[in-house]
């Protein structure tokens, strides 16, 4: 099990993976984002636009448009890479709450 610090260093690791200003699949992109981690019982929460991933919290708020539920060692192997956002969705070890389009959309960004 990864600790509370190195979850929210894999939260600044997976943003800086996401696509960057300039990168067109991030386009238009505005949305409210968290991230459950299921065995520590914390939520991260942020802003997503434009490719970019800040205004990172721990604070309670309304539900994010896009919603990640998943394991603390789940979320370090997304963030260094050697965990695939789409083969952990349909595996079940990650679960993605979101609309079609974003699912799409941010599968195409990690």
Do not use: Y
Request: charged share 25%; net charge negative.
């Amino acid at each position: 099990m990864a600790s509370p610090e190195e979850c929210k260093a894999a939260i600044a690791q997976l943003a800086a993976r996401l696509a960057g200003p300039g990168d067109r699949r991030a386009d238009g992109l505005d949305r409210s984002v968290s991230a459950e981690v299921t065995d520590l019982g914390v939520v991260f929460r942020g802003h997503l636009h434009d490719g970019v991933l800040d205004e990172i919290t721990t604070d309670e708020g309304p539900p994010a448009q896009i919603r990640l539920i998943l394991s603390s060692n789940d979320l370090v192997l997304l963030a260094v890479g050697e965990l695939s956002l789409g083969s952990a969705w349909l595996s079940g070890r990650v679960k993605l709450q979101a609309s079609l389009a974003d699912m799409l959309r941010l599968r195409t960004m990690i």
